[in-house]
């Protein structure tokens, strides 16, 4: 299987602040590469696919780049709604697997 | 729009089945497959299979070959997931998921807990 890591584990930082998530794959998975946000309680909610596309709906403040192994998602403007754990997935190779988790949190 | 209604929390013993539903609504059903993945406590997410609801074909996580079962009823645009010989560390919240390319659209879960 291939295996994603994220960092960081968990970050902290202020309403108005940027912040951007680190995703790896352990092999080339070209931009088969999503993005999701989960809120405490919640199911997970699709931000990005393709590594860089943004989900019908998903505000720009929202943005994904990478391809082969490294990935980044970028978060502008931190709202209080954007306090939440974000998953990276590939979804180049059966079966699909996901990052760890980057929890962010309010400093 | 697209909705996932899952059915609701279920306490079951070690040894046991569970079987989870997910009515879909607000497309149509046969053009997308259905994913089901898990969320242990305090844990990322698992994917545990996928299945089609044009054609029945299914492809499950190695890990729960032959515990898991997944099919659906078109005529109610209803999928299910059946898990059998439940053990402590199957305790988690249960998702089915829309697939386009990705998880395109997630239903509320339904927390599984099993406990004598």
């Known amino acids: 299987d291939i295996q994603m890591s994220q960092s960081p584990s968990s970050l902290s930082a202020s309403v108005g602040d940027s912040v951007t998530i680190t995703c790896r794959a352990s092999q080339d998975i070209g931009i088969s590469l999503a993005w999701y946000q989960q809120r405490p309680g919640k199911a997970p909610k699709s931000l990005i696919y393709a590594a860089s596309s943004l989900h019908s709906g998903v505000p720009s403040k929202f943005s994904g780049s990478g391809s082969g192994t490294d990935f980044t998602l970028t978060i502008s403007s931190l709202q209080p709604e954007d306090f939440a754990t974000y998953y990276c997935?590939?979804?180049?190779?059966?079966?699909?697997?996901f990052g760890q988790g980057t929890k962010v949190e309010i400093k | 729009q697209v909705q996932l209604v899952q059915s609701g929390a279920e306490v079951v013993k070690p040894g046991a089945s569970v079987k989870v539903s997910c009515k879909a609504s607000g497309y149509t059903f046969n053009t997308y497959g259905i994913s089901w993945l898990r969320q242990a406590p305090g844990q990322g997410l698992e994917w545990l299979g996928w299945i089609s609801p044009y054609n029945g074909n299914t492809n499950y996580a190695q890990k729960l070959q032959g515990r898991v079962t997944m099919t659906t009823d078109t005529s109610t645009s209803t999928a299910y997931m059946d898990l059998r010989s439940l053990r402590s560390d199957d305790t988690a919240v249960y998702y089915c998921?829309?697939?386009?390319?990705?998880?395109?659209?997630w239903g509320q879960g339904t927390l599984v807990t099993v406990s004598s």
């Open positions: 998921a829309r697939v386009g390319d990705v998880f395109d659209s």
């Open positions: 997935q590939q979804y180049n190779t059966y079966p699909p697997t």
